[in-house]
């Protein structure tokens, strides 16, 4: 076999390796939508990507390496987020926040609720509200500029609150707004934090 035909051939082997192991990643998100960890199998998770158990075991080691990577996979959705640019308005960030709870909170409930039961959650969960803060300090910080370092922080976390995972699931799915609406009454708080007197 010539060495292009091997390279071919491996190439096409990784590549279908990894489509693999996106279709397991994606069977298993979508059993944690209505189901929890510790009620999926390996088997159900594998039956869900046309694979078998085994298979799911040599590319994941298991149940936690599939969970590991279902928290990846939810975690990279946050890069528009994260990304936009520096020069952006508080509306587009708000708006950008606002989308990306749309696409991933009610998976990363989810894991929330799970998060005391499964150590594999604890770190991404915990390093998800450090960004979750470090990201509004970065984008308020023409807001924050000026006040001493206590009010500083008070402020950052009144911003963290009205922009919050939470503050979403009680606009969006517990009051029943729309998404607009619900970027509507978060700016609308936002705004007024950002905006008032220090307290």
């Not at 071919?8 to 960890?37: G, N, P, V």
């Not at 991404?124 to 450090?130: A, S, T, V």
Request: aromatic content about 8%.
């Amino acid at each position: 076999m010539s060495a292009v035909k091997r390279r071919y051939r491996q190439s096409a082997r990784a590549a279908a390796s990894e489509s693999l192991r996106q279709k397991i990643i994606l069977a298993f998100h979508d059993l944690l939508l209505a189901r929890w960890i510790d009620e999926i199998t390996l088997d159900e998770v594998a039956a869900s990507a046309g694979t078998t158990r085994q298979t799911v075991i040599r590319l994941f080691g298991g149940k936690e390496g599939v969970l590991e990577a279902v928290v990846e996979f939810v975690w990279a959705k946050a890069a528009s987020r994260i990304s936009l640019p520096r020069d952006a308005s508080w509306r587009a960030a708000i708006e950008a926040v606002v989308q990306h709870y749309e696409n991933v909170g009610d998976m990363t409930f989810r894991l929330l609720a799970q998060e005391e039961r499964h150590p594999a959650l604890r770190s991404p969960l915990e390093f998800g509200r450090r960004a979750h803060r470090a990201w509004i300090a970065d984008r308020f910080a023409a807001a924050l500029e000026g006040l001493e370092d206590e009010h500083r922080e008070r402020q950052i976390t009144r911003l963290v609150v009205a922009t919050d995972l939470y503050t979403w699931k009680l606009v969006r799915r517990d009051f029943g707004h729309s998404q607009d609406e619900a970027a509507e009454l978060i700016a609308g708080m936002v705004n007024c934090i950002a905006k008032g007197v220090e307290q």
